[in-house]
């Protein structure tokens, strides 16, 4: 299975953007996906995780209210408003081949390639 992860750019404080990220392989719609993010100098940090159904979603704390992440067959997406500065990092989307929700990063086996978000105030 291979992740291409898309949608990154530079944003202003209050703004929104969508990233996108598309598996390739024929199992890659029963897997179980996620958003990871890694800011410089910082952990990489879970950001949300949907089921393989879609009908189960888990978000972080700290994006809670302000993203969404939502999947269409091997299509995965995470919605972001409201973006704050401290959200700039490089995205990362996964996919574990578990059918559960999956918060940490050592439940995924594939991982896309990143894709930069940097908000500015």
């Known amino acids: 299975v291979q992740l291409q992860a898309s949608g990154g750019g530079l944003v202003q404080a209050g703004g929104s953007l969508r990233l996108s990220c598309a598996a390739s392989?024929?199992?890659?719609?029963?897997?179980?996906m996620g958003w990871f993010r890694q800011a410089p100098g910082k952990e990489r940090e879970f950001v949300a995780a949907?089921?393989?159904?879609?009908?189960a979603t888990s978000y972080a704390d700290s994006v809670k209210g302000r993203f969404t992440i939502s999947r269409d067959n091997a299509k995965l997406s995470l919605q972001m408003n409201s973006l704050k500065p401290e959200d700039t990092a490089v995205y990362y989307c996964?996919?574990?081949?578990?059918?559960?929700?999956?918060?940490?990063?050592?439940?995924?086996?594939?991982w896309g390639q990143g894709t930069q978000v940097t908000v500015s105030s």
């Open positions: 392989g024929s199992t890659a719609s029963n897997y179980a």
């Open positions: 949907i089921s393989w159904s879609g009908g």
């Open positions: 996964a996919g574990a081949r578990g059918r559960s929700l999956y918060t940490t990063a050592s439940g995924y086996n594939y």
